[in-house]
């Protein structure tokens, strides 16, 4: 069974860039999976925030575009997620996974997860 453990989280203030990590172990699919961040806010449900394809093409939510930047290195089975231009309403725990089939309803990725959750990575922007 695939593990996930993402780190890199931390508190900074608005207007400051942070970058996460995720590395992946325990299976040999991750060169063929599209691997997404999601994140958890309080009192929200868990939402995508960028995914990334096999051919590295990636995909944003309109709430990050241009802000942040999700990246992998297949070789070492991790993926990115730099994070500039902070802002309070990105205060979240922040997880990786691999996804299936995204789709866009109604302005929102649904991208249902491939494996277990990791334990996430929690960011908090200060105003």
């Known amino acids: 069974q695939v593990q996930l453990v993402e780190s890199g989280g931390g508190l900074v203030q608005a207007g400051g860039s942070l970058t996460l990590s995720c590395a992946a172990s325990?299976?040999?699919?991750?060169?063929?999976?599209?691997m997404a961040w999601y994140r958890e806010a309080p009192g929200n449900q868990r939402e995508v925030v960028a995914f990334?394809?096999?051919?590295?093409?990636?995909i944003y939510a309109d709430s990050v575009k241009g802000r942040f930047t999700i990246s992998r290195n297949n070789a070492k089975n991790t993926v990115y997620l730099q994070m500039d231009s902070l802002k309070p309403e990105d205060t979240a725990v922040y997880y990786c996974?691999?996804?299936?089939?995204?789709?866009?309803?109604?302005?929102?990725?649904?991208?249902?997860?491939?494996?277990?959750w990791g334990q996430g990575t929690l960011v908090t922007v200060s105003s």
């Open positions: 325990g299976g040999n699919t991750f060169s063929g999976d599209v």
């Open positions: 996974n691999a996804i299936k089939d995204p789709r866009k309803v109604g302005g929102v990725w649904n991208a249902p997860p491939l494996y277990n």
């Open positions: 990334i394809s096999v051919g590295t093409t990636t």
